[in-house]
């Protein structure tokens, strides 16, 4: 087993991790040129929906919620990886937090910022959505705060600005030390984005302070957040959707692909930046258990959400448990089951099997089954309305999966701009103390 | 006392003609579908006729149901919309603000009478059908969700009709369109909190239920059938 991090002389570890920001390679440029082109055709997508109306995507009556919901739902969930991660993992005071924060912070903000999108771009008439917002306007008007739409908005909004202070707070130190030797615009960059932190103790005292705090507030938030977005759907007297147990479900889904995110990225980041003495197999084995311990806590979830319905045989909800287990959404239901309980269970249950390879790969499987699960839960409750003859079917079109693929591609994207121009892995973390100048 | 617009439909009487389906598209301005997007469930009928079928071949019987927007007391669409499109006015009338609504699709999902209908484009009609527009209602752009209202153009024209002649609203003075167009006259409309109007008859009658009456939303559209 390689060294602890830790244990490394504190200049080697700053080079380590300032290195990638001042290199760009061909590799680097034509992942960002395919991300582009991708994105490209996802905006392209999105203008022509906007142009011809929703009529473009896959949608119809009775199923007007598609796969943006799905993304939305998706989205939100993966940005629970980091905040909440990192939150628990610092007020628990978790020492080998210290490589993992960061990646999972920067997730957070990033794959808020393209959740968030998906409200908007699904709008009937995107161009209206600040409809939904509560400025002052001359008619007196203000939005429908008893919809749980409005609410959405609210806490995403809250989760946003929480995440991003969440994020920038611990990088001020890091910046300070970019700010001393590099070319000019960055050097006035950073110069300016390190608010002129000295080091002083009195302004480590504060950081530390800042950061408690706003552990304890991102907690609550993330959690309200994806409840939330859980009530969207549990408010709505539509069979399946009308449940207590959405809340913690969804939450409980959130952190669960959010932790898998985390995974994928910190393997990636690993092998492209070359930190493989920093993110080591231990941290790996680490959050491979915790992905483990909540791939059985949403099994649980899975199983009383649906032998609750099973037992008590509503005719209106069976037709719904029906479309899901055994009709038209079967195929999807037990591919989900599978990856989100089969092979995360195989892969990391069994000890031999809990490598960084096994874990990537068994994220890889949540994160799909994640996505699915979305699916199983938005669509066949629309598709089998109470009234029998209204029911339908939904099948995306390209425009749909052109946004979509589109999503991906940007997150890709911010998150190589943001990886050259921070440090990927808080530097400063591993000063052995901190307030001593080196 | 202020009026609270119901309907009673007969379905002992109604012979699933669809007579009613057309004139709501008359009289309303619906947009007209093309075959594949119908086949796409994007057609747009504020009125429709669910048929159920009793028995196996070939001794089967059909039923005929007209189902519109029932008008909810307790619209479960009213209070998911974020920006008041729909909401409940004085009278009793679930409606539909086109220019607020910005299509979030939240009370279509939460209508259990799946009876809201989205303009999927542009609205397009074939001549010569553009040409029988009727100007008291409006034609909704794309990106709103829209469903049925009473035809509420015809309730005002009822009431400035009656202010003019300088007597009360009467009993049968507002018709809807697909109530005046029913041949088999199986479609009632009038004012609930008068207990002497015909559809108040018939909604106490013995064989009125509401659709779905157990969800508590309060429809204010009875279906009477015998047993």
Not at chain 1, 20 to 28: D, H, I, N, Q
Not at chain 1, 156 to 183: F, K, M, R
Not at chain 1, 433 to 438: F, G, S, V
Request: glycine residues 6%.
């Amino acid at each position: 087993m390689s060294p602890a991090p830790e244990l490394l002389p504190y200049r080697q570890i700053r080079e380590d991790l300032f290195r990638p920001l001042s290199r760009v390679s061909s590799r680097y440029l034509f992942a960002t040129v395919i991300a582009f082109l991708v994105g490209a055709a996802g905006l392209a997508a999105w203008g022509l929906q906007l142009h011809t109306g929703m009529g473009v995507t896959g949608l119809q009556r009775p199923v007007f919620w598609g796969i943006y919901i799905v993304d939305f739902v998706f989205w939100i969930g993966i940005s629970h990886a980091g905040t909440l991660i990192s939150a628990i993992l610092r007020l628990t005071g978790a020492a080998w937090r210290k490589p993992v924060t960061r990646a999972a912070e920067a997730i957070t903000v990033f794959a808020l910022m393209i959740g968030g999108m998906f409200p908007i771009i699904h709008l009937g008439r995107a161009w209206l959505f600040y409809w939904l917002l509560p400025y002052p306007n001359s008619r007196m008007l203000w939005p429908n705060f008893r919809s749980p739409l409005l609410w959405d908005l609210t806490a995403i909004v809250t989760y946003v600005t929480g995440s991003v202070i969440y994020l920038y707070l611990p990088l001020v130190p890091d910046l300070a030390q970019l700010a001393e030797h590099n070319t000019p615009w960055r050097q006035r960059l950073y110069r300016a984005l390190s608010l002129g932190w000295t080091g002083s103790d009195r302004e480590w005292h504060a950081l530390e302070r800042a950061m408690k705090l706003m552990a304890c507030i991102i907690l609550a938030v993330a959690v309200s957040v994806h409840t939330v977005v859980a009530w969207d759907f549990a408010m709505a007297i539509a069979p399946m959707w009308h449940s207590t147990i959405f809340g913690p479900y969804f939450v409980t889904g959130a952190i669960f692909s959010g932790i898998a995110a985390l995974i994928l990225v910190m393997a990636m980041i690993r092998k492209l930046l070359h930190l493989e003495v920093y993110l080591t197999k231990h941290h790996f084995d680490r959050l491979a258990k915790l992905l483990l311990l909540m791939s059985l806590l949403w099994c649980y979830f899975t199983l009383a959400e649906n032998l609750t319905v099973w037992y008590g045989n509503d005719p209106k909800e069976m037709a719904v448990f029906g479309a899901r287990t055994r009709g038209h959404y079967a195929p999807y239901f037990w591919t989900m089951m599978f990856l989100n309980f089969a092979v995360p269970f195989v892969l990391l249950g069994i000890r031999r099997l809990r490598t960084i390879a096994g874990a990537t790969v068994a994220s890889v499987a949540v994160l799909i089954g994640m996505w699915i699960e979305r699916f199983v839960i938005v669509v066949p409750t629309l598709a089998n309305p109470r009234l029998p003859s209204a029911s339908g079917f939904y099948t995306p079109t390209w425009v749909e999966a052109a946004i979509t693929a589109a999503t991906f591609a940007a997150m890709a994207m911010l998150y190589m701009i943001f990886a050259k121009l921070f440090p990927i892995i808080a530097v400063w973390e591993f000063k052995p103390h901190p307030q001593e100048d080196t | 006392m202020e009026r609270r617009w119901g309907m009673a439909i007969d379905l002992d009487r109604c012979t699933g003609c669809e007579a009613c389906v057309v004139a709501c598209h008359a009289e309303n301005n619906l947009p007209v579908s093309t075959p594949e997007q119908a086949a796409r469930g994007r057609t747009a009928h504020w009125i429709r006729i669910d048929r159920y079928f009793e028995g196996e071949f070939p001794d089967i019987k059909v039923r005929y149901m007209p189902v519109l927007c029932q008008h909810c007391d307790n619209a479960p669409c009213e209070p998911v919309c974020p920006t008041y499109a729909t909401y409940h006015n004085p009278e009793g009338l679930n409606v539909q603000v086109y220019n607020r609504c910005v299509g979030t699709f939240y009370c279509a999902n939460n209508c259990p009478y799946t009876v809201r209908y989205f303009n999927w484009f542009a609205p397009d009609w074939p001549e010569p059908l553009a040409l029988q527009h009727n100007p008291d209602v409006a034609v909704r752009p794309a990106g709103v969700m829209e469903k049925c209202t009473f035809c509420i153009q015809r309730i005002k024209r009822a009431k400035q009709d009656a202010a003019g002649d300088g007597c009360p609203l009467a009993d049968g003075d507002v018709q809807p369109a697909c109530v005046q167009s029913c041949p088999a006259e199986a479609m009632v409309f009038g004012d609930l909190n008068d207990p002497g109007s015909k559809v108040s008859r018939l909604a106490g009658d013995g064989r009125s239920s509401r659709l779905l009456e157990e969800l508590g939303t309060k429809p204010k559209v009875f279906y009477l059938q015998k047993g």
